[in-house]
């Protein structure tokens, strides 16, 4: 009987010992290291990468579970969140995610002076320094080509780092200036003067006024500070 007793818990031990064996085991350590090195492929080499809370073990009793990051590079930019999907047999079985924060680190022009609105942009205003740009887009970060001759369009602290919506557009026109209208009907072109009424660059829609009316045209700015009008363009007057 003895015996019996012997081998029946040397039987439990060992089933025991494989449904151990088993499991499914991911340490949060090991998930905290694949949420930082996926977060950092997806969103560069020069963002910076914080795991803000730590990672719970993820245990299942299945032998035969994988885990797999979510995310793109798009949503991965300041507070966001890296998910972690567990499937089997490509079954998603449990889904986490893991607040995380991503600074998007670069080099970008900053102001080292106040500068007013509509005031020209000297080299000694400006400064290159690596700063968290996770806030902006990409299409909003300037280059030194295009901040040379530049106008600006609103006050700039001292500090602030220096966008493109920050700037006139060296080929554009601002509210104001004077231009030169075409109007276009058919084939008679007819060329008067006018005031511009807001901010345009080349091949935008722009609002002008003609000289010596209370008429307001709506054209497309060309260049030379040219605003052609034709057949389908708006015409207002200024009292309605």
Do not use: H
């Not at 887009?137 to 500090?159: A, V, W, Y």
């Amino acid at each position: 009987m003895r015996t019996y007793k012997n081998y029946a818990v040397g039987i439990i031990l060992f089933l025991g010992g494989i449904s151990a064996q088993a499991q499914s085991n991911f340490s949060g350590e090991r998930l905290r290291n694949a949420v930082v090195s996926f977060a950092q492929k997806a969103a560069g080499n020069n963002a910076e990468i914080l795991v803000s809370q730590n990672i719970s073990d993820q245990v299942f009793q299945e032998s035969d579970v994988t885990a797999k990051c979510t995310g793109s590079s798009q949503s991965l930019r300041g507070m966001s969140n890296v998910g972690i999907e567990f499937s089997m047999d490509g079954r998603i079985i449990r889904r986490i995610q893991i607040p995380v924060q991503v600074k998007i680190m670069q080099k970008v022009a900053v102001t080292t002076a106040s500068i007013s609105s509509n005031s020209p942009l000297s080299l000694r205003q400006i400064t290159y320094e690596v700063r968290d740009v996770s806030a902006y887009s990409q299409d909003e970060l300037i280059t030194m080509s295009e901040l040379d001759g530049s106008t600006t369009k609103r006050f700039l602290p001292k500090g602030s780092i220096i966008t493109r919506s920050a700037i006139a557009d060296k080929n554009g026109i601002r509210g104001g200036m004077p231009a030169t209208i075409l109007v276009q009907t058919g084939n008679v072109v007819i060329r008067t003067r006018g005031s511009v009424l807001n901010d345009a660059s080349i091949g935008e829609t722009v609002r002008v006024m003609r000289e010596g009316t209370n008429t307001m045209l709506i054209g497309i700015l060309r260049e030379n500070q040219t605003v052609v009008i034709n057949n389908s363009s708006t015409f207002t007057s200024e009292n309605e």
